[in-house]
C-alpha cells in the first residue's frame, strides 16, 4: 500500500493539469482553425467569429457580447468553447498559429472601429 505524501500529491495533479493542457492544445488547435477559416468570410457568422477572436486576442479593445455566441451554427460554439479551453493552456490564441499575428491584425483592420458591446 502506498501513501499518499504531499509530494507525490503534488507531482500526481501536476501530471494531471499537464494531461489538460496537452488535450486543450490538441483539441483547441483545430477549433481555432476551423474559426480562423470561418472568420475570413464575409457572413454574418464570419463576423461573430472574428469578434470572437478578437475578444481572446484583446478583450480590452474588444469586448464580446455572448448573443453573438448563440448566433453560431451549433458546430461554431463547439469550436468557440474548444478555443476558450486552448486560451486556458497557458499561450495567447495567435501564438497557435503560423502567421496569427498577421492574421489577428487583418481581423482587427476588418472590424475596426471597435463597437462598444452594450445593449
Request: charged share 25%; with cysteine.
Amino acid at each position: 500500500m502506498t501513501t499518499q505524501t504531499p509530494i507525490n500529491d503534488f507531482i500526481h495533479q501536476l501530471t494531471h493539469h499537464e494531461s489538460l493542457r496537452v488535450r486543450r492544445i490538441q483539441q483547441g488547435v483545430p477549433a481555432l482553425q476551423r474559426l480562423i477559416a470561418v472568420a475570413q468570410g464575409e457572413t454574418h457568422q464570419a463576423a461573430h467569429c472574428r469578434r470572437f477572436l478578437l475578444s481572446l486576442y484583446n478583450s480590452f479593445e474588444w469586448p464580446f457580447d455572448m448573443r453573438r455566441l448563440r448566433a453560431l451554427d451549433p458546430d461554431l460554439q463547439q469550436a468557440a468553447l474548444a478555443v476558450i479551453e486552448l486560451d486556458w493552456a497557458g499561450h495567447e490564441i495567435h501564438t497557435h498559429l503560423h502567421g496569427g499575428d498577421e492574421i489577428f491584425q487583418d481581423f482587427w483592420e476588418r472590424e475596426t472601429p471597435p463597437l462598444p458591446e452594450t445593449d
